[in-house]
């Protein structure tokens, strides 16, 4: 569909399909919903949603621009039945699985900067505008390959998550481990097989916090736990038990994360 202007289209408000919905968009940004999660549909993007998700614009209001869309509907997918497109395609069964279960994430909602899906799109329409012989077998094989390549990203997408969560698990256990050792961000790159650059911006990309930051949020964290779980110990242990250099610096420190003393905190 192009919207030449901004308009309302109550066929575009949130609704649930009878297949796998997949949205392209070719130009103009969209506000959209996904069950309670509010996205942003912009150029490029792709968005895939099961039969099972309300997906739409909230409003029904569509900008100005071009969204291309299709709905696939299978033989069988549900919350607790695998993904069965049907006897129409060759794709292996244990694929279809993996497809189904990554479609069902809610982390793999949008795909951002997706414009090799753009292909698929036009070649669909190209095929089912001149239905020349034999575009039935046209459309499945273009539809396969839709497939195969959203598999390859989303397996792609998962394994860079899986990456990113462990990178920050390890860095946080490291620096857990000897809480009270100050801490060389160049040393804490070369464990992870980094330059100083490479490693601030992973963490400041993951974190939201450049390494210094993060390890001072680190020590504030383990200081709330003892406050609240060793009464035994006082403010001048716990300072020092957390790597600050003392009982002033952690007291400032504290104040300015967490916006009252570690005094007024414990009571």
């Known amino acids: 569909m192009k919207f030449s202007k901004v308009r309302m289209d109550e066929t575009m408000r949130p609704h649930l399909n009878d297949g796998i919905e997949i949205h392209f968009v070719n130009s103009g940004k969209y506000k959209w919903v996904v069950d309670d999660n509010e996205i942003e549909l912009l150029p ?10 309300l997906n739409g614009s909230p409003t029904g209001k569509m900008d100005i621009g071009q969204i291309n869309w299709m709905v696939i509907k299978p033989k069988q997918y549900t919350l607790n039945s695998p993904l069965n497109l ?3 395609t060759k794709l292996p069964s244990s694929l279809q699985e993996n ?9 793999n909602l949008v795909i951002e900067k997706a414009k ?3 292909k698929y799109f036009i070649e669909l329409e190209k095929e089912l505008s001149n239905q020349e012989e034999g575009f039935e077998i046209m459309v499945g094989n273009i539809i396969e390959n839709l497939f195969i390549d959203l598999h390859r990203h989303l397996s792609l997408r998962e394994q860079q998550n899986y990456e990113e969560d462990n990178f920050i698990d390890r860095l946080t256990q490291i620096v857990n481990n000897d809480l009270s050792k100050k801490w060389i961000i160049d040393d804490l790159a070369y464990m992870f097989g980094m330059g100083k650059t490479k490693f601030t911006y992973e963490v400041k990309k993951l974190t939201g916090y450049p390494p210094n930051s993060f390890i ?4 504030i964290e383990k200081a709330i736990d003892l406050i609240k779980n060793n009464k035994s110990m006082n403010m001048s242990d716990i300072a ?3 790597g600050f250099s003392s009982l002033q610096h952690f007291t400032a420190t504290f104040s300015q994360r967490i916006g009252v003393s570690p005094s007024k905190y414990e009571k």
């Open 86 to 88: 049907g006897n129409w």
């Open 240 to 242: 020092f038990t957390c």
């Open 216 to 219: 001072i949020n680190l020590k």
């Open 116 to 118: 090799t899906f753009k």
């Open 99 to 107: 497809i189904g279960s990554m479609i069902a994430n809610k982390n």
């Open 44 to 53: 490029g993007n792709l968005s895939i949603t099961a039969p099972w998700q």
